[in-house]
């Protein structure tokens, strides 16, 4: 009787020392478990996205305002260039008598030259008016400005807002396209051909 009381009382036993520790264990279990606390984001994060926002910002402000530099020197362009022609007609007609002198000139060089070639198989002579450079040793525009633009002077600028029209802002005459010499109008490439037509009597626009 003694033994089975013994039993019984080891039973109980047992059972409270589980229950206990089940009390003890199961706050650890939980906290071992549970998802860590989410850290605060550290001042140094915060100042690095700052200053990513402010970069992006001033990257597309300059890229905004290069835009509309782009977009201004662009209608600067085309309005020089509506202009062009008119522009280079008022300089026709103003070295119009420098253009005549230079065809009356060499005219019988010309005509003689052509006589020649209408001989040849080819009928093309090399052309002695230019020695086969295909350019004069003036130009009969700039020849008082050194292969600038007469109209802008070589500034490229009709006035503070506005590019030349004669040159589109490339400040060189036109003619000779800077170099002082004008191209030759009584050959191509050097050559004096029947085939080709004599030269205009205007001086070229372009």
């Known amino acids: 009787m003694s033994t089975r009381l013994q039993l019984v009382g080891l039973g109980l036993a047992c059972g409270l020392l589980c229950a206990v520790l089940a009390q003890i264990l199961t706050p650890a279990i939980v906290r071992a478990t549970a998802p860590p606390p989410a850290t605060p984001k550290c001042a140094a994060s915060l100042v690095d996205t700052a200053a990513f926002e402010a970069a992006h910002e001033q990257e597309t402000q300059v890229h905004a305002q290069a835009l509309t530099q782009l977009q201004e020197a662009r209608a600067k362009f085309d309005l020089a260039a509506s202009k062009m022609e008119s522009s280079r007609k008022f300089l026709q007609l103003v070295y119009a008598g420098r253009w005549i002198t230079v065809l009356t000139t060499n005219w019988p060089t010309?005509?003689?030259?052509?006589?020649?070639?209408?001989?040849?198989?080819?009928?093309?002579?090399?052309?002695?008016?230019?020695?086969?450079?295909?350019?004069?040793?003036?130009?009969?525009?700039?020849?008082?400005?050194?292969?600038?633009?007469?109209?802008?002077?070589?500034?490229?600028r009709a006035s503070l807002d506005e590019i030349c029209p004669t040159c589109?802002?490339?400040?060189?005459?036109?003619?000779?396209?800077?170099?002082?010499?004008?191209?030759?109008?009584?050959?191509?490439?050097?050559?004096?051909?029947?085939?080709?037509?004599?030269?205009?009597?205007?001086l070229p626009t372009m």
């Open 110 to 156: 010309y005509k003689d030259l052509r006589r020649q070639a209408s001989s040849t198989a080819t009928q093309a002579v090399f052309c002695t008016i230019c020695k086969g450079t295909e350019r004069l040793p003036y130009c009969i525009i700039c020849s008082d400005d050194k292969g600038k633009c007469v109209s802008c002077r070589g500034s490229g």
């Open 168 to 202: 589109l802002g490339k400040r060189k005459c036109f003619l000779c396209s800077g170099g002082g010499h004008m191209s030759c109008p009584f050959c191509i490439e050097g050559m004096v051909d029947t085939r080709q037509p004599p030269p205009a009597n205007q």
